[in-house]
């Protein structure tokens, strides 16, 4: 008389055990999930200024800037406000890009200066002058306040490049800033800590004294320009007053900070991405981050119409040689930094393009482990190719579809340089070290169907990443080896998603498993082939000639 009653009560555990494997894990009905921005999966556009899109022709020439260069070694016109044309034009959105970051746009040295492949002009912003100033050839002042307000109201942050570690070269027209503010010498050397920081990375760069704890005057070359520029009076008010109310010491990095974070406050620049850190006593940049937070809280506060959203301001760094293996750490042999402790959420990923030579399942999966463990809380930034890395993944663009998926489908935000969806040429004939990867942005390929076509695979993991924080920041699972089929979920600060996604699979009849992801009845869509399809026994079904599906609940 037991045996059907047991039959009965396993028949029932048997039920409840298939309902518990394929629960959902579904949003709440209060949950933000359509478009929710989250810096540890976004989607990053990187560009130079100088080469993306000349909005403004009238700026191409300024400080009788007309010497003979090395190739692509001068000004090409490029500018805030080509930048700001693609945005309004909706270029990024399509692309799915909900970030931008541009190469440094505060005024440069006048003059040229001979690196031994011909002279070169500050086209790439990385030689500064002047802090408090916009190098016309760049832009004015209002044209990089319309910049970010174009952004802000497409939903894209801005990100500004920030030099903390130098000036620019010294110069007939560009005077050197004074031993109390920076050093000639010595040259680092790279063997450690002591031989990387207090030192020159190159010859004719000064090294701000980002260590020193002096107090120090302003140069007199920049008191003579602002006074020449009927703004002396203006700019020492204001230093006096950031100086009494942080209470900081006038230490030459100090006066920097005052500068660098004035963008913040005044224009609602949304993060810094640093350049040079490690080459910078760590201890400045945990400055930077403090003053940066007070800017953007300050810019909040009298800006509340324009707030996008409570993300705190971001700060990503380049620490040359970093890679996500690394964890928390960067080495220098004698010494170990953990820059993530010292002001940084993110660290640019120089391992990635040696990653993405293996499987997907290996990369994925080994992302996942280190950002959700010794990472947890953090982010690192992966990029294919980049403006000064003369080894990129692919760098003779044989393989544009592949870099696309890659890229933008690992864990951690994904770097899209400028054209690397358009396939741009990085290989540059007569062109002499980092000039190659530095090219004018392809505007005119776009009538080719090859490059439409590498373009049209980008938009749609572009813009699938970008509507799906759970691709960049959430969990990584593999439902299925091959052919290769995972998910991804994310669910945090009231943030929840969820997608499928497969790759390399069969053109034709495709299954499609989805786990415990999706419940059963769900109706999803593909957004690759833009295919509605509903869940049946734990799976769907599509017949179509991609080989990529990118599953959403519909």
Not at 285 to 312: G, M, S, V
Request: hydrophobic share 35%.
């Amino acid at each position: 008389m037991q045996k059907p009653f047991i039959w009965l009560l396993c028949c029932f555990w048997l039920i409840l055990s298939c309902k518990k494997e394929t629960k959902s894990i579904e949003p709440k009905a209060d949950a933000k999930t359509e478009n929710a921005f989250v810096w540890e999966g976004a989607n990053l556009y990187f560009l130079l200024t100088d080469r993306f899109n000349n909005g403004n022709t009238e700026n191409d020439v300024n400080f009788d800037r007309t010497k003979e260069t090395g190739l692509l070694r001068d000004f090409k016109g490029g500018d805030l406000a080509g930048i700001t044309q693609k945005i309004k034009d909706g270029y990024f959105t399509d692309l799915g890009i909900n970030a931008i970051w541009f190469t440094p746009v505060v005024e440069q040295i006048h003059d040229a200066v001979d690196e031994g492949t011909g002279n070169t002009y500050a086209y790439h912003g990385y030689w500064a002058k002047d802090w408090t100033a916009l190098d016309p050839n760049f832009g004015t002042y209002a044209e990089l306040q319309e910049l970010v307000k174009a952004a802000h109201k497409k939903g894209i942050r801005i990100v500004m490049d920030v030099v903390l570690n130098h000036t620019g070269p010294v110069t007939d027209q560009d005077p050197f800033w004074g031993e109390n503010w920076t050093r000639q010498e010595p040259q680092c050397t790279y063997t450690g800590y002591d031989t990387t920081i207090p030192c020159t990375l190159v010859a004719n760069l000064p090294d701000i004294k980002t260590d020193s704890e002096v107090e120090v005057e302003l140069p007199e070359f920049l008191i003579q320009k602002w006074k020449d520029e009927g703004r002396y009076d203006t700019e020492i008010q204001e230093l006096d007053t950031y100086f009494a109310e942080t209470n900081l010491p006038r230490t030459p990095r100090n006066y920097i900070i005052k500068w660098l974070t004035d963008y913040i406050r005044e224009l609602g620049i949304d993060a810094f991405r640093v350049d040079t850190v490690k080459h910078v006593d760590e201890s400045a940049w945990t400055d930077l981050r403090t003053q940066a937070d007070l800017a953007f809280a300050d810019y909040k506060e009298n800006n509340p119409e324009a707030i996008l959203d409570d993300n705190p301001f971001f700060m990503l760094g380049e620490v040359y040689g970093y890679g996500i293996g690394g964890g928390r750490d960067y080495n220098f042999g004698d010494n170990t930094v953990d820059y993530f402790a010292n002001g940084f959420d993110n660290l640019i990923n120089f391992q990635f393009k040696y990653d993405a030579k293996g499987d997907y399942e290996t990369m994925f999966k080994t992302y996942d482990s280190i950002l959700h463990h010794s990472l947890e809380g953090k982010s690192i930034l992966n990029y294919a190719t980049s403006h000064d890395d003369g080894d990129p993944f692919d760098k003779d663009r044989s393989k544009a579809y592949e870099t696309g998926t890659k890229l933008l489908l690992t864990p951690g935000i994904s770097q899209v340089y400028y054209g690397d969806e358009l396939a741009r040429d990085l290989t540059i004939e007569g062109t002499e070290g980092d000039a190659t990867l530095r090219g004018m942005m392809p505007w005119n390929t776009l009538d080719s169907t090859e490059t439409k076509n590498i373009l049209k695979h980008w938009q749609k993991l572009g813009t699938f990443r970008r509507d799906h924080p759970a691709v960049g920041a959430g969990q990584h699972q593999m439902l299925q080896q091959e052919p290769y089929v995972f998910s991804r979920t994310y669910a945090k600060n009231g943030v929840e998603d969820a997608v499928v996604i497969g790759l390399d699979l069969p053109v034709g009849e495709k299954r499609i498993p989805v786990g415990a992801i999706f419940a059963e009845g769900t109706k999803l869509k593909d957004t690759y082939s833009n295919t509605e399809v509903t869940v049946e026994n734990g799976i769907v079904m599509l017949n179509n000639s991609e080989t990529l599906v990118l599953l959403e609940r519909k």
